[in-house]
């Protein structure tokens, strides 16, 4: 059979581009291979791990399972995005390196796209919250402890809660009420 | 890289239905996050497909003339529990599609794929049979309407006939009308994962809150397809709100499920959890909906 | 030589690439042009192969070449164990594998490969292979036991009944001691179960030719032992052989072995060195690399009335799958960890290691003493209870003392480690307290905490060898870049090797540079990073190198100041005069001066190896606090407690991250982890990190990490292991936690909600209408 190819245009870290891709391709080989934003990794293929998030429109997908053609039209940023012309972070990236947030690597950029979207939503979530939105992560270096500390610091300081940031390395003992009948 | 054949896609419903006909062997690819891993698996390596995920036409919740709550089959996961449509009337539905996987699978997952691919695990189904949604599915022919109950075949096969897709999923107004629901996933993690077994009930209590006018329950992964329990809710329809009352309706939906043994969960656990699910799930639908059990 | 580096938290050097997504890992270093290598796995789990029918596969299009079994003209079996070679036949490692075999011993064995132009021709070829092959399928056993039962399939024949090796230990006389009057008598069976390491870049290689040798681009914590190895596995010099190790997104004992490197240089081979890549998917990185022990063991303790060990058995029996790797290692240190943890006069044990056909069991964090930490800390807490004295004052009574000296490894307990890490535990967590506020619970949803210890230490000295070699090489600018053997996997050995050179050699931490990829061209002799091993070990040789650079550089001072060299110092990147404190020039005067004098010109670089004749120590403790709903069957943890001595800790930061995921990892092998086989195919189950559950964000309290810091006398910065022990006595911890919650102390793993239905039931805890049914299933 012939190979099918497409023309896909989109904007990827805030540039228009044109790509022609083979519609066989999921967004992360045309991300990689193509372009090589290669911040893009491949850890399970299926979804599971989180390692090839993008953010797409404002929301957080696992590029290995979405078509390369699916991006047409869409606005979508790699990790390569998020820092500056001149190379300046963004403070979550910072926040990531200050905590200890990063051993191996290789989760991180899709933790620090997530959790960019997280601080930059202006929005106090509570523990169990920020919990629940990087749940679409696998970290097997971190115990996802620092990369907790360095997604709540963040947002707190987003919306001026600097001396609550400092306190979130003292709350590591969680005292919890009673337990409910149910929940 | 996807072992696809050939890739249809699809510019608008009508043409979605028209591919499907003119290419038979040709399979509907919506969200992908089941079709794209069974690609890679091989079990549909090297198919065609039709791929509808641009429609963005079937994306989005309203209220129609009927005043059904209408879900385009293509809103994701994501946006369903976003929606302020869904908090208000069916919240239950919001917070049962937020336990499917992870955030990312949830903004690529549709509602309308988690029903097609008639898979019992399904996070929404056992919410949408609880509250006897209706499939809008539309052909060449036209749009007809299939009540949930009789939507499942047989597992991993849904009334959907050759030039059909599914549209949209319908919630009547009689069925979420001062209703109150809650579900439960019995999962082995917290995330990232799929259901063992999950329970989702609704209640509509007297005006004096003493007594379930209506209580609906469904099952995932307790049949091969996903269910409800009619012994139980006959049992509990009328009935005084009490802990003695619930607990014979927990144990009653024994007589109506079925769940199986395989090597992710014994079938005597999954039973027993769908007993205590379905007690603590109803318990919380009394107190969502301001009654109070009499214990 | 003033501390200014050491102690502190400084950032990760490779931290900044990372986060802005520029760190290259195998696969990004790769050409897009490269050929595609799929391995063909076998689908049953022991048979010979009598015939694999390339025909089909090799019509498919962009298929370039189809290899089977059958085209292994010589055969050259070959060891994979990331250990250190040894030059006595009698210490070396098993050497049982193939390139491909044509008699696979376990589900996903390698019996042929396919190269192809892209993934998708690869995948077609390899579906159609698995049609196409032939089997005389042979009976197979999946469990250790009945492995070594008369009339178990043998899987090899040097290895009668399947015993890989049988060792045993013996103290003083157990049949004596136990005619002791008024002795309690405690006995358990504890059995853990096979878990992966779950590094999330999967095992990934790429191969091509340069010259008449074959370079080898691979994600591996041991790049000098895996030339040796590839050399081994074709007959060939292992100088022909280059490894180059780029950035590794995670390893764990995983990458301590050598996996796909000589099948892909093989490859690479017969295609004249062309571009090859084998990407080893994640199913088949669960099944087809390496896995984590399954070991059962059984403990009888004999106690006194005042609650002292009068006499111990141990026996245990541990499950390495169909090839040897890492072989009787890790059986055989959790062996001789017994009569050290809980020392008593008369001890019995022994143990085996026996091949199954099951995949193949490496190293894995903690190298066996997750697995033994399980058995001691259970049966800790077990003959506590029969006591009836409190665990925590049971272990303070009966653990190694001060003092303690192991003759065999030379190590010594030198402080009261123990106590004080239970000590700072205790207080983090509000140990006391909760065991009051939790004790005669009733009720659907109930509370527990506990504690559990380990042993552990640090290197492999005395049953290897220690070595380890560092190079210095000077900028004109007075920076310094540094290659060791021991390797950046994410553990931040660079950061911590380089917070010492600055301090040793005395310029700004910012001055020194790692080389951070090892290329066995041109990286000096390592062996790699595993055991705990790492900091410690380049700590000799960095220590000494650095000395050796300043040495050169104080002389070079010498040149230029006239100034005695015992009158000289290089302290934060400046030459100073000790006596009157004057700075005479900086490092970088000085190295530019001295690399173009025309009077003397040198290069100042430094080099060394250091042979490591030491080991130490590394203990701490865990204490976990748990909410158990018993029926939902589920644990929830509340709280998490480390204390660790590892010594000096070099970066605090790094420190408590290794303690992080080392309990991360052991939460997921105290609730959730499991690989399951079926029993009538031996086709394993759960090789995807959806069935195989892994523990989510969302399965995660707060962690904490503590540490004790108690210099060790004989390390290099006075520090010792830490990669490990964290992941040691968390399952105990959550084990004896959900005992003191439920009063059910259960003796498996993990303790998930299908064990916690079936104890449950069995215990009368929950509704028994459905224990029947349980009992019939």
């Given amino acids: 059979m012939s190979k099918q190819y497409k023309v896909v245009h989109c904007t990827i870290n805030g540039k228009e581009i044109e790509q022609v891709v083979d519609v066989r391709s999921s967004l992360a080989d045309m991300l990689r291979n193509d372009l090589r934003l290669t911040s893009v990794k491949k850890g399970c293929e299926v979804g599971e791990c989180g390692a090839c998030t993008v953010i797409i429109n404002g929301e957080g997908f696992n590029s290995c399972i979405y078509l390369a053609v699916w991006a047409e039209g869409k606005e979508i940023w790699t990790l390569e995005g998020l820092t500056g012309p001149g190379g300046e972070l963004s403070d979550i990236q910072q926040a990531f390196i200050d905590e200890g947030a990063i051993q191996c690597g290789f989760c991180s950029p899709g933790f620090i796209l997530t959790s960019w979207e997280i601080v930059n939503a202006g929005v106090e979530y509570t523990d169990d919250q920020l919990r629940k939105l990087l749940s679409g992560h696998l970290c097997r270096c971190t115990g996802y402890e620092n990369i907790f500390r360095a997604v709540k610091k963040t947002m707190l300081r987003h919306l001026g809660k600097f001396e609550e940031a400092e306190l979130v390395d003292s709350q590591g003992i969680t005292e919890y009420p009673e337990p409910m009948p149910f929940k | ?295 | 030589m003033a501390a200014k580096y050491i102690g502190q938290g400084v950032n990760r050097l490779d931290a900044h690439d990372k986060a802005i997504g520029r760190i290259k890992y195998t696969d990004d270093m790769c050409d897009k042009g490269a050929l595609i290598i799929r391995v063909l796995h076998s689908t049953v789990a022991n048979g010979i192969v009598k015939k694999i029918d390339t025909t089909e596969a090799e019509k498919i299009p962009g298929v370039v070449r189809v290899f089977t079994c059958f085209d292994l003209e010589e055969k050259h079996y070959y060891p994979t164990a990331g250990h250190p070679w040894s030059t006595d036949p009698a210490h070396q490692d098993i050497a049982d594998r193939l390139i491909m075999t044509d008699h696979p011993l376990f589900y996903g064995d390698d019996i042929g490969a396919v190269v192809a132009e892209d993934e998708v021709a690869a995948a077609r070829a390899i579906r159609a292979l698995e049609k196409s092959v032939e089997y005389e399928e042979l009976p197979f056993v999946l469990d250790a036991q009945e492995a070594m039962k008369e009339g178990a399939p043998l899987l090899h024949e040097k290895f009668p009944g399947n015993v890989l090796a049988h060792t045993e230990i013996h103290q003083g006389n157990v049949a004596e001691a136990i005619k002791e009057p008024g002795l309690t008598k405690v006995e358990g069976w504890y059995e853990t179960q096979p878990v992966q390491h779950c590094h999330i870049e999967n095992f990934i290689c790429f191969a091509y030719g340069e010259g008449d040798r074959i370079t080898i681009v691979t994600s591996t914590q041991i790049p000098h032992i895996v030339r040796r190895v590839i050399g081994q596995a074709t007959g060939m010099d292992w100088g022909k052989f280059r490894v180059i190790k780029p950035y590794v997104g995670g390893g764990f004992g995983n990458k301590q072995d050598v996996l796909y490197e000589p099948l892909c240089a093989w490859i690479c081979m017969q295609l004249g060195g062309r571009l090859v890549k084998l990407d080893v998917p994640r199913e088949e990185t669960f099944i087809c690399n390496r896995i984590r022990h399954a070991i059962k063991y059984h403990i009888t303790s004999w106690m006194r009335p005042d609650g002292t060990f009068a006499a111990r058995t141990i026996k245990a029996w541990c499950n390495n799958g169909a090839y040897s790797s890492h072989g009787h290692a890790i059986a055989a240190k959790g062996l001789n960890a017994f009569p050290q943890l809980y020392p008593c006069d008369n001890i019995d044990g022994e143990t085996w290691t026996v091949y199954t056909n099951r995949s193949v069991a490496g190293a894995m964090r903690g190298y066996g003493m997750p697995q033994a930490s399980y058995a001691f800390e259970c049966h800790a807490e077990d003959c506590a209870r029969a006591m009836k004295m409190d665990p925590l004052e049971f272990r303070r009574q009966n653990l190694m003392p001060v003092g303690y000296y192991h003759a065999f490894s030379k190590n010594e307990l030198y402080t009261d480690t123990f106590n004080q890490c239970f000590d700072k535990g205790a207080e983090i967590i509000g140990y006391y307290d909760k065991v009051k506020k939790y004790a005669n619970q009733t009720g659907d949803i109930r509370r527990g905490i506990a504690v559990s210890t380990f042993w552990y230490n640090t290197a492999v000295y005395p049953i290897a060898l220690e070595t380890s070699s560092c190079r210095l090489v000077m900028n004109q600018d007075g920076s310094v870049q540094f290659q060791l053997g021991e390797t950046e996997i994410g553990q931040g050995a660079d950061t911590a090797a380089a917070q010492m050179i600055a301090d040793t050699l005395g310029i700004p931490l910012d001055m020194v540079h790692p080389v951070s990829c090892q290329d066995t061209d041109i990286t000096p002799f390592g062996t790699g990073v595993y055991a705990s091993r790492g900091t410690y070990t380049l700590g000799f040789s960095v220590k000494q190198t650095a000395l050796l650079l300043k040495q050169k550089v104080l002389e070079a001072a010498h040149q230029f100041t006239r100034m005695p060299v015992f009158n000289l110092d290089l302290v934060d990147g400046e030459i100073i005069r000790t006596t009157d404190g004057r700075k005479l020039m900086t490092i970088g005067e000085l190295a530019l001066e001295k690399l173009y004098t025309t009077d003397g010109s040198q290069h100042l670089t430094a080099e060394s190896t250091y042979q490591i004749k030491s080991n130490a120590y590394s203990f701490g403790c865990c204490f976990a606090e748990v909410e158990v709903d018993i029926p939902m069957c589920r644990v929830r943890l509340l709280n998490i407690v480390n204390v660790h001595d590892c010594g000096q800790v070099i970066n605090p930061t790094l420190a408590a991250g290794q303690v992080h995921g080392g309990q991360s990892m052991a939460i997921g092998y105290a609730l959730s982890e499991k690989l399951l086989w079926d029993e009538k195919t031996g086709r394993p189950l759960n090789n995807n990190l959806l069935d195989y559950k892994m523990s989510s964000f969302m399965d995660h309290p707060r962690l904490n990490a503590a540490f004790v810091e108690n210099y060790e006398p004989t390390s290099a910065y006075g520090t010792k292991g830490l990669g490990e022990p964290p992941a040691c006595p968390v399952a105990p911890a959550i084990r004896n936690a959900i005992g003191a919650a439920t009063g059910l102390y259960i003796n498996e793993l993990p303790l998930s909600p299908h064990t916690l239905f079936r104890e449950f039931t069995d215990a009368g805890l929950i509704n028994d209408s459905f224990a029947e049914e349980k009992k019939e299933g």
């Fill in chain 2, 1 to 295: 890289m996807y072992d696809i054949g050939t890739l249809y896609q699809a510019e608008t419903v009508e043409h979605a239905c028209r591919l499907l006909l003119e290419h038979p062997e040709a399979q509907v690819l919506a969200g992908g996050s089941d079709v794209l891993v069974q690609i890679r698996e091989g079990r549909r390596a090297g198919k065609d497909f039709v791929d509808i995920y641009m429609l963005d036409e079937l994306r989005g919740v309203s209220i129609d003339d009927e005043e059904n709550i209408r879900i385009g089959s293509l809103t994701s996961f994501s946006h369903i529990t976003k929606d302020p449509i869904i908090q208000k009337y069916i919240n239950v539905l919001g917070e049962a599609v937020d336990m499917v996987g992870g955030p990312q699978i949830r903004a690529i997952g549709t509602i309308g794929g988690n029903t097609c691919n008639g898979v019992t695990s399904a996070d929404s189904a056992s919410t949408l049979m609880a509250w006897d949604a209706v499939m809008e599915v539309t052909g060449t022919e036209g749009v007809r309407r299939v009540p949930i109950k009789d939507w499942y075949i047989k597992a991993k096969q849904v009334d959907l006939r050759a030039g059909e897709i599914q549209t949209a999923i319908l919630i009547p107004k009689e069925s979420y009308e001062n209703c109150f629901g809650h579900y439960i996933k019995y999962s082995m993690r917290n995330a990232l994962d799929i259901a063992t077994t999950g329970c989702s009930v609704n209640v509509r209590l007297s005006d004096d809150k003493s007594t379930f006018e209506r209580v609906r329950i469904g099952y995932g992964v307790a049949s091969p397809v996903p269910v409800r329990a009619p012994s139980a809710e006959e049992f509990i329809n009328g009935k005084e709100i009490t802990g003695e009352n619930i607990k014979l309706f927990s144990e009653m939906v024994l007589e109506d499920i079925n769940p199986r043994d395989s090597w992710r969960a014994g079938r005597a656990l999954r039973r027993h959890i769908s007993v205590v699910m379905a007690d603590r799930a109803i318990r919380e639908c009394v107190r969502l909906a301001g009654g109070e059990v009499h214990e």
